[in-house]
DNA sequence: CATGAGTAGGGTAATTGGGGCA
DNA sequence: TTTGTCCCAATTACCCTACTCA
């Protein structure tokens, strides 16, 4: 399900969660999500892969009260 | 429908609402607002959405006056 | 080769999650 | 029924310095 192999930086994935750039690396770090090693050492994610984590941990909620 | 996707802390929008973050948490356990998990377990916010609450506020505020 | 921004580490403080109780 | 509070364990945020990336 790979259509888009974008790789993205800590940063980045950062951004889209709302958390600090070190939690991404602990993220990795704690295989909760996987990572890319450049030659020298820092982290690149895959956007297909942050992009599903978001999209399923979004649903917490559909059944909406009142 | 997504124009801006900024998310929000249980912190930050305990404060919008002058309410214990722990409210914050039930309103989500309960489906009475959407809410992201980052891996590690904890809840974002969309900004959209509790901008939306906070005018359905505004909105009884009005009609408490008519 | 030099530069500025971002990242990897490690250490410590602050938030958060969840249950249970008032 | 909803909210606030106390507990503890887990997760996250901010501090620093050194190294990598573009």
Redesign the interface.
Known sequence: MEKNDRLLTPGEVALM???DPK?VT??ASAG??GSIRTPGGHRRFRESEVSV??AD??V??????R
């Not at 917490?60 to 009260?65: F, R």
């Open positions: 969660f709302r958390v939690t602990r993220w909760r999500i984590l978001l941990l979004t917490e909620a559909n059944q909406q009260q």
